[in-house]
């Protein structure tokens, strides 16, 4: 017997569990937010991590990260300091102040050298600090995976 459900799907190139058996799990792309004020560094690291496989939403500041925090889950954070309405370090407070997003990893990626910026920013619950001056697109991507998995995919 045929079932037309099935032939559809596999007609689509869709997963087909065997008869009797559970389906596999749907392996879906990280999500992650990036929250930053510059256009081009904004592109720039969207470009990076959409070419490693990982699903992109953008922020322009942290009002807007918030906003969009609300309104969907991510796996990951990375979001710059310097930015109009809301800076990184308030985002960065009102994350960790929130039961929510309070495990959610965030890195900061910003200008800012000084060394108490980034004891500021590591206090405040960053995971990670780089920055600007010496990205690295290999080396974000390793503190991507250091931080939520070896993979860009997750069981979902």
Do not use: C, H
Request: hydrophobic share 45%; charged share 30%.
């Amino acid at each position: 017997i045929l079932d037309p459900a099935t032939l559809i799907r596999l007609a689509r190139g869709a997963p087909v569990a065997a008869p009797g058996r559970p389906a596999a799990p749907t392996l879906t792309p990280a999500r992650l937010l990036v929250v930053e004020d510059s256009l081009i560094a904004r592109d720039l690291e969207r470009t990076i991590l959409e070419s490693a496989g990982f699903q992109v939403e953008a922020a322009v500041d942290g009002v807007d990260a918030l906003e969009k925090l609300g309104a969907g889950d991510f796996d990951l954070i990375i979001t710059d300091i310097e930015m109009p309405r809301m800076d990184g370090f308030e985002l960065l407070g009102r994350i960790r102040a929130q039961a929510r997003t309070r495990g959610l990893p965030v890195i900061v990626v910003t200008n800012r050298e000084k060394a108490e910026d980034k004891r500021r920013g590591m206090e405040l619950g960053a995971d990670a600090y780089i920055l600007k001056a010496s990205f690295n697109q290999a080396s974000l991507l390793e503190t991507i995976q250091r931080l939520i998995g070896a993979e860009a995919w997750s069981e979902k």
